[in-house]
């Protein structure tokens, strides 16, 4: 071999290594590089994380989300949120307004002992009647009230007439359970209750709307109308600026009919005071005629209480 040759051999071995030397440099510090990136990477991944988390765990939820919910308001409702129930004959010159709370063991007694003659001047169009719900029975134990109103605003989305029914069905001594029991928190029960009124009887609309909690904001603003005009304790009604006073039963041991007979017949005698007769009744509130009313000379069995 000669001398040349052994030279260049030399030359292009030492250049292979030197070459290869670069490359494993080369590797190393991409090897370098791809491990801090992905120790970035992780920091990033495990920063964004518990943002994520720190933000899910300080957002509203359940009820308090329902307030920054989009607002479906219900057919057949007024006023800028669609608060302004008023169901009636438009040609009804007064407006009696009807302050509730769906759990309010007291707003189920009215309704079961004189619902029906609500409902009857409503359809004699003695006068209008606004709805105001509220749901301060629900506190800090529970949210049944809000649940029952959103499925009766879904109720009244299908027709004010089921939006009636349904709220009578909803505060029948079968249904209406005890205030400590918040059964109505369960959209299931609520679906069940409706089942007695035709127009919600498999009525699938219906059914999703409370499922969905689609007028669930709907019911969180009629919630915040609490204290509207002064008013703070269900039943309770008023004709325009003036509170009406509502007789109180006598205390005194009675059958549940008995109960029902006289509280009817105070709810009858507070609306004759404050809007007259109704129609087709003499001025004793009775019918002509005779009647149930209170007869002359008779004692009213609710003076003095």
């Given at each position: 071999m000669s001398n040349r040759n052994s030279q260049a051999g030399k030359s292009a071995a030492r250049e292979r290594?030197?070459?290869?030397?670069?490359?494993?440099?080369?590797?190393?510090?991409?090897r370098r590089q791809?491990?801090?990136?992905?120790a970035v990477v992780g920091v990033l991944v495990v920063a964004g994380a518990i943002g994520f988390a720190v933000v899910k765990a300080t957002e509203p939820t359940g009820w308090e989300a329902a307030k920054e919910a989009k607002l479906v308001k219900p057919a057949h409702t007024q006023g800028k949120n669609g608060t302004e129930i008023l169901i009636g004959d438009k040609n009804a010159k007064e407006t009696l307004e009807v302050f509730e709370d769906l759990r309010c063991p007291m707003c189920a007694s009215f309704e079961q002992s004189s619902g029906k003659s609500l409902l009857k001047d409503i359809k004699d169009g003695r006068y209008k009647a606004r709805f105001t719900l509220y749901t301060f029975l629900?506190?800090?134990?529970g949210e049944g009230s809000k649940n029952a109103l959103s499925a009766l605003g879904a109720a009244l989305n299908v027709s004010p007439d089921a939006f009636l029914a349904y709220k009578s069905a909803l505060y029948s001594a079968k249904n209406h359970p005890d205030e400590r029991d918040d059964a109505y928190a369960k959209d299931a029960r609520l679906i069940e209750v409706a089942a007695e009124v035709p127009a919600l009887q498999h009525n699938k609309a219906f059914e999703t709307a409370v499922k969905k909690g689609t007028y669930d904001r709907w019911a969180m603003d009629m919630t915040a109308l609490f204290g509207r005009k002064g008013i703070k304790a269900t039943p309770s009604f008023m004709h325009g600026d003036k509170k009406l006073v509502l007789p109180e039963v006598p205390r005194q041991r009675m059958t549940q009919e008995?109960?029902?007979e006289y509280a009817d017949a105070n709810f009858r005698k507070?609306?004759?005071?404050e809007f007259g007769p109704a129609?087709?009744?003499g001025k004793d509130g009775g019918k002509e005629g005779g009647g149930k009313g209170i007869a002359a000379g008779e004692k009213d069995p609710t003076a003095g209480h």
């Open positions: 290594i030197r070459a290869e030397r670069e490359r494993q440099k080369k590797k190393e510090r991409t791809l491990t801090v990136a992905g629900d506190g800090n134990q008995e109960y029902n507070m609306i004759d005071k129609k087709g009744t």
